[in-house]
């Protein structure tokens, strides 16, 4: 056998066992705190989910995540915590939607692309438009 061959299958292994180091398994939940959508949806869909719920609301990812306690390095955004309250009333919201969409529309959304795209049903955007309070869209300017 070609020894050229055997160097070329080594170093060929050597890069996929790398390559598969740093892609761990997406075996464990990727969702570490998801009380609505599935545990085990991908983050690419996460992302998509969580894109669209922000430009719905006119926030950004802050409106809902907080920064990480001072003192915490690298400071980030902590997606997981439920520190702030609008995360909490937004999982209420999506329940409300949810039942909604099921009884009135016969929809049930699954949190999958197809579901965020489908036109049939309530989403937030049918309500917020664009802003965290729907219903001051016609109050009074102070
Ligand atoms: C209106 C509130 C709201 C906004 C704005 C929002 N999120 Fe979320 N986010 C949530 C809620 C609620 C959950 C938990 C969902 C559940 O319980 O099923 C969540 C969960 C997440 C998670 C999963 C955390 C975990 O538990 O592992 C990530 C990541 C995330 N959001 C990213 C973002 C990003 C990025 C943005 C900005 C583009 C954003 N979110 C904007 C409400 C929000
Ligand atoms: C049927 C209409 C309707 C739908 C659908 C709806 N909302 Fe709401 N939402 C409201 C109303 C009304 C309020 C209360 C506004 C107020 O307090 O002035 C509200 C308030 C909120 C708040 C609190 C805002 C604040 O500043 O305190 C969050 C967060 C929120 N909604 C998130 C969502 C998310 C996320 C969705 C989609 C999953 C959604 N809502 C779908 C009507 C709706």
Do not use: W
């Not at 080594?10 to 761990?24: E, K, N, Q, S, Y």
């Not at 439920?82 to 009333?89: Q, T, V």
Request: aromatic fraction near 8%.
């Amino acid at each position: 056998m070609n020894k050229k061959l055997i160097i070329y299958a080594g170093v060929g292994l050597f890069i996929t066992v790398g390559v598969a180091a740093t892609h761990p398994p997406t075996s464990e939940s990727s969702c570490k705190n998801c009380k609505v959508i599935p545990k085990n949806i991908d983050d690419e869909q996460m992302e998509r989910l969580m894109h669209r719920m922000s430009h719905d609301l006119g926030s950004g990812c802050t409106f809902c995540h907080p920064f990480t306690k001072p003192g915490v390095n690298p400071m980030r955004v902590d997606f997981v915590t439920d520190e702030l309250p609008a995360k909490n009333i937004a999982r209420k919201m999506m329940i409300m939607t949810d039942k909604i969409n099921k009884k009135y529309f016969g929809f049930k959304n699954d949190y999958s692309l197809e579901a965020m795209n489908s036109k049939l049903a309530l989403n937030c955007n049918t309500c917020h438009r664009g802003l965290p309070k729907p219903n001051n869209h016609f109050s009074i300017p102070k």
